[in-house]
């Protein structure tokens, strides 16, 4: 029996029709330029919670042992702050921050035991401005290397609590081709074990009454420093050495840098503290 199925099928389109024009008949269209009253669920909205999760999302690169700044994080603070503290060694940083083109305008903080290596990207120029404040600070314990970068710092005088470079009872300090440009104390060794800079320049501002180079300042007994090839000039005193006065002077068991830096426009290339012993 053969069974016609176009009317059955006419009947259903009919039936829906029906039933939606039921469903929608209490819906008044709104008018133009009314806004509609609805209320969106919960997840929907988006809170503050949520938009410091999208901000995290966008930096999820920003981590691992070589890290990109800004490519991978925002700042150089931010790639410093993924690194974790490692035993008492100075032969391999743990994270190595690699910086593109620009000026970073940065107070950089190296965290105690941590072991940092901030470099420059192949061909790229990358300059961290301090300010009036130290551009780099390393913490109790910490190590940095620094290479092929430009340090900065634009303090009042010479007299400025707050060298470009600070190392405070750090475990290793390394420069290697590097730019330090000063208006107080360039580099300042604070009981730091070792300290290494070679082939860099480091600049002051005769104009500011000149400034330090290097500073040395109550390194122990044991602990060494190599200041090789390297140019300093406009500065008031190229390398200063201070002891502590009281007690016995806790003299560096190894210095080298007579021989092989270049001064000009230096008041004096080598100097020390009164209160030294030499």
Same mark, same amino acid.
């Given at each position: ?47 503050? #919670?949520?938009? +410091?999760?999208? @901000? =995290? &999302? ?5 981590? *691992?042992?070589?890290? $990109? ?56 120029? #990358?300059?961290? +401005?301090?300010? @009036? =404040? &130290? ?5 109790? *314990?910490?190590?940095? $290397? ?133």
């Amino acid at each position: 029996m053969k069974i016609e199925l176009r009317p059955f099928i006419i009947c259903l389109a009919m039936l829906a029709g029906a039933l939606l024009i039921a469903g929608c008949g209490d819906a008044s269209e709104p008018s133009m330029g009314q806004p509609q009253d609805m209320t969106l669920p919960d997840s929907d909205w988006e809170t503050d #919670a949520d938009s +410091d999760a999208d @901000a =995290d &999302s966008d930096t999820s690169a920003c981590s *691992g042992t070589t890290i $990109r700044v800004p490519g991978d994080c925002r700042t150089i603070q931010e790639a410093v702050d993924q690194a974790t503290p490692d035993s008492y060694s100075t032969m391999q940083a743990n994270t190595t921050i690699i910086l593109t083109n620009g000026v970073y305008y940065e107070n950089v903080v190296i965290p105690p035991l941590v072991s940092i290596a901030i470099i420059c990207e192949n061909g790229a120029v #990358a300059i961290i +401005d301090g300010g @009036a =404040d &130290s551009a780099i600070t390393m913490d109790h *314990g910490s190590a940095l $290397r620094l290479q092929e970068i430009t340090i900065v710092s634009k303090q009042t005088d010479r007299y400025s609590r707050f060298p470009t470079i600070l190392a405070n009872m750090s475990r290793s300090l390394i420069l290697e081709s590097v730019q330090v440009f000063t208006s107080a104390k360039a580099i300042a060794a604070l009981s730091t074990d070792d300290l290494t800079i070679l082939r860099s320049t480091i600049s002051g501002n005769m104009s500011s009454d000149g400034g330090t180079g290097v500073a040395l300042i109550d390194q122990t007994k044991g602990s060494y420093a190599f200041i090789l090839e390297n140019k300093f000039e406009n500065l008031y005193q190229g390398i200063l050495t201070c002891s502590n006065p009281v007690g016995p002077a806790p003299l560096l068991s190894l210095i080298r840098y007579e021989d092989s830096n270049q001064y000009e426009d230096v008041t004096y290339p080598l100097d020390a503290c009164p209160w030294t012993e030499q």
